[in-house]
């Protein structure tokens, strides 16, 4: 298991009362870490894709389908068509939706002595993979 995502191990680490989560990935945006299309790292996808080709060196045989994925952002967003030109601002506006969530989940790990991080285990034993938020 591991984290093997510097998008998000960023927004992650600077989420608190101050930054939101939205603030935090703009920030990410502005310093060149994420995708170009950001729904790619808030989603899951892009961390899938590489669970799934450090799975095989491993020795499994699993596709991206294997791979169970909790998105941050919700499936409307996810699905929603962007004009390439105002992608970045409409995006940033629209996830602001998952702002209040976030803090939440990021105070719920701080009460315990925990940060939130976005990680992957793979299941040698099972062949399962997952990508997911947890407290550490």
């Known amino acids: 298991s591991g984290s093997?995502?510097?998008?998000?191990a960023y927004v992650l680490s600077h989420i608190n009362e101050d930054?939101?989560?939205s603030d935090a990935v703009r920030r990410a945006v502005n310093?060149?870490?994420?995708?170009?299309?950001f729904r790619e790292d808030l989603s899951g996808r892009d961390m899938a894709r590489k669970v799934v080709i450090l799975a095989r060196q491993i020795g499994l045989n699993v596709s991206l389908e294997d791979v169970e994925v909790e998105s941050l952002i919700p499936d409307d967003i996810n699905a929603k068509a962007y004009e390439r030109e105002s992608l970045e601002a409409d995006l940033l506006q629209d996830i602001k939706v998952v702002d209040d969530n976030m803090l939440d989940r990021v105070k719920a790990a701080e009460a315990e002595g925990r940060h939130l991080r976005y990680k992957f285990t793979i299941n040698v034993d099972t062949g399962k993979c997952k990508v997911a938020l947890e407290a550490v």
């Open 4 to 8: 093997v995502s510097g998008t998000m």
């Open 19 to 21: 930054v939101s989560f």
């Open 31 to 37: 310093k060149d870490y994420a995708e170009t299309d």
